[in-house]
């Protein structure tokens, strides 16, 4: 039997917020709760979690929150990941690290984040990295199941190549919806791998991890992060804006349609980067920041 997929693929706000950093921000659950409220009033409703953030801990520090206040869990989305193993003292159970996506784990992992996320459901389960062992055909029974329940509505993947995203696309009646990867002006291998032209041709939301690449954008010290600060920072005078505001104009710029995910528990500057929505980069413009990370120009 076929299952029932809503057809709609990824219906997440334009731009999301991770909260891999969660436990560094440092916030009582009060302060959380007033932080997830405010990227609501922002428009930002998708949030991007995975099991082993901060340790295993913030999917906890998230559902603490969201305890608070229950009736948000209907505003939001929630993109959580499983897949990883991460040998952590609040995990004496994993020995090595490495990646499980046998069935039982990808059912116990979303039971146990369902569990500390305080929620009844997941909107978009993603499968964390690929793994050499992974058998489509168990991740399909394990989707099946989870859907079937009622556990997880969507279903995505996250670091895959073109070719691992079809392999376990062929096994499944669940449509992929996302493919979560890193995207920013100092990382463009995904920009020219094919990552995006597949992306676009099967309608698969592009969602960029780390888009300032994880602060080194800002602090980097190599040659390439010096180059690409130059040019940002010469457009942003031009154009009035800051220059994280223009990496996510940068980034909304492709066709391909990509979903910043921001990584900082700034309010403020996840304030600047739903305002970047309205920064038209012209080709010139997209192209200068493009060869200032190459070190070259175009052929
Ligand atoms: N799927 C995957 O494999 C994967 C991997 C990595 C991350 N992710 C997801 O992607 C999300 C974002 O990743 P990320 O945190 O690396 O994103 P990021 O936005 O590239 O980096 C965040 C870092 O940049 C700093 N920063 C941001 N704006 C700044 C500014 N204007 N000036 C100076 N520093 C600035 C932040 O510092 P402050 O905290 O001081 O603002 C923070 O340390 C994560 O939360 C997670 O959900 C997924």
Redesign the pocket.
């Given at each position: 039997m076929r299952h029932q997929y809503h057809p709609l693929g990824f219906d997440g706000s334009r731009i999301a917020q991770?909260?891999?950093?969660m436990n560094e921000w440092n916030m009582t659950a009060e302060a959380s709760l007033g932080f997830i409220e405010a990227c609501l009033d922002l428009g930002v409703t998708t949030f991007?979690?995975?099991d082993i953030y901060g340790d295993y801990q913030c999917e906890t520090l998230f559902g603490n929150a969201l305890a608070l206040k229950p009736a948000l869990r209907e505003k939001m989305e929630i993109v959580t990941?499983c897949g990883i193993l991460l040998p952590s003292s609040n995990r004496p159970d994993i020995n090595v690290h490495r990646y499980d996506y046998r069935a039982e784990h990808i059912l116990a992992s979303v039971d146990r984040s369902l569990a500390i996320l305080q929620c009844e459901y997941i909107d978009t389960l993603l499968l964390?990295?690929p793994s050499p062992l992974m058998d489509a055909d168990e991740i399909a029974q394990a989707f099946d199941l989870l859907f079937t329940l009622g556990k997880v509505k969507h279903f995505g993947v996250?670091?895959f190549t073109t070719n691992q995203f079809d392999l376990l696309q062929s096994r499944l009646d669940a449509p992929l919806i996302i493919n979560?990867v890193?995207l920013?002006p100092l990382a463009l291998q995904h920009f020219e791998d094919g990552t995006l032209d597949h992306a676009q041709r099967h309608a698969v939301t592009p969602m960029a991890?780390?888009?300032?690449?994880?602060?080194e954008l800002?602090s980097g010290t190599d040659e390439k992060a010096k180059r690409v600060r130059a040019i940002l920072g010469e457009m942003a005078q031009n154009k009035k804006c800051?220059v994280?505001q223009l990496v996510v104009a940068w980034l909304l710029r492709h066709p391909s349609g990509i979903c910043p995910?921001?990584?900082?528990?700034?309010i403020e500057?996840l304030a600047a980067a739903v305002n970047a929505v309205s920064i038209e980069l012209s080709d010139d413009d997209w192209f200068r920041v493009w060869i200032a990370s190459q070190g070259h120009s175009v052929a």
């Open positions: 991770g909260f891999w950093r991007d979690h995975a990941k964390h990295r996250s670091n979560q890193e920013s991890w780390s888009p300032f690449a994880g602060g800002f800051s994280d995910v921001m990584g900082s528990g700034k500057r």
